[in-house]
């Protein structure tokens, strides 16, 4: 997870990124400077509550259901390459 | 800070038939359910240490907050072991902790006759379709938002079922009821679901 701080990090808005009107935004879509999507949480007043990008977030969220499954990282690993195997197969 | 949700909001116990006919449709429900960021579990799951069936199945209904049950199979020779974890299941709901169960037919008005005491709830009917178990599941397990398209989920059951394939060879098995490819199809289920922008980290999106 990235550092908090209510200092804003550098990003560029983008279309979705529009404040609701109240302070806070819902939902914004960021980018980092290097061009990376990021979630940002922000709170009443503006302020980021959490931030971070979706590569991270999305890895996180995969660990915590491989953790319910008590799930190796080999088995991941290996699961993955069977995809890109068959991706790759298929031409998909 | 985004709440991180516990395995056991988000654990689903899948109670249906372990036969050749019915892997289609274990496929789909996996495809489903992991696309919307769920967990399926199943008691292939638990390795048999000799505590017996009954305790493993026990276990894992305790553990998840919702259940499907499945009680498409009715013929000869009778099997009453989906009934059976239906009832349990319903006691969980009734005497325990939050617990939500569905259920699941293949024909209409069929449970109606067969199991009376469930009158008034309203079971799925999936005619033995994937498509209709896929569009029933993404209905029954509605998020409030970012809730995936049928077509989509269908998109990745087709490619879960040709995983699905691989690992049998793999295994060497001729189905796939077995520990190690159920927990590997919801890997990839996940994968997939990933990939298709279907899980997200904050859901209140």
Do not use: W
Not at chain 2, 87 to 114: I, T, W
Not at chain 2, 127 to 145: A, C, D, E, Y
């Amino acid at each position: 997870m990235a550092k908090l701080s209510n200092k804003a990090p550098a990003t560029k808005r983008t279309k979705n990124s529009a404040p609701t009107g109240n302070g806070a935004r819902n939902g914004a879509t960021d980018r980092s400077v290097a061009g990376k999507k990021l979630y940002a949480v922000r709170d009443a007043q503006g302020r980021f509550v959490d931030i971070q990008t979706y590569e991270r977030a999305h890895i996180a969220t995969a660990n915590e259901i491989y953790r319910a499954l008590r799930v190796k990282p080999e088995t991941v690993k290996r699961v993955q390459q069977i995809i890109r195997d068959l991706e790759a197969k298929t031409g998909k | 800070m985004a709440r991180r949700f516990r395995s056991d909001d988000k654990s689903v116990f899948l109670n249906v038939p372990f036969d050749a006919g019915y892997e289609r449709n274990l496929i789909a429900l996996i495809a489903s359910l992991t696309a919307l960021g769920q967990i399926p579990h199943c008691v292939l799951e638990l390795p048999e240490l000799g505590s017996g069936r009954l305790k493993r199945l026990l276990k894992h209904l305790r553990s998840c907050r919702t259940s499907i049950h499945d009680l498409s199979r009715v013929g000869v020779p009778v099997r009453f072991n989906m009934p059976f974890e239906l009832g349990l299941a319903c006691a969980q709901a009734e005497y325990r902790k939050p617990h939500s169960y569905f259920v699941m037919e293949k024909a209409p008005y069929r449970l109606d006759r067969n199991l009376s005491d469930l009158k008034g709830r309203d079971p799925l009917i999936h005619h033995g379709s994937p498509k209709r178990i896929i569009s029933g599941v993404l209905n029954m397990l509605r998020r409030k938002t970012r809730n995936p398209h049928p077509k989509e989920v269908f998109n990745n059951f087709k490619r879960l079922s040709g995983i699905a394939e691989k690992l049998k060879h793999d295994y060497g098995e001729s189905t796939i009821f077995s520990r190690a490819i159920f927990i590997e199809l919801v890997v990839a289920g996940t994968e997939l679901a990933i990939t298709s922008g279907h899980v997200k980290k904050y859901k209140n999106f």
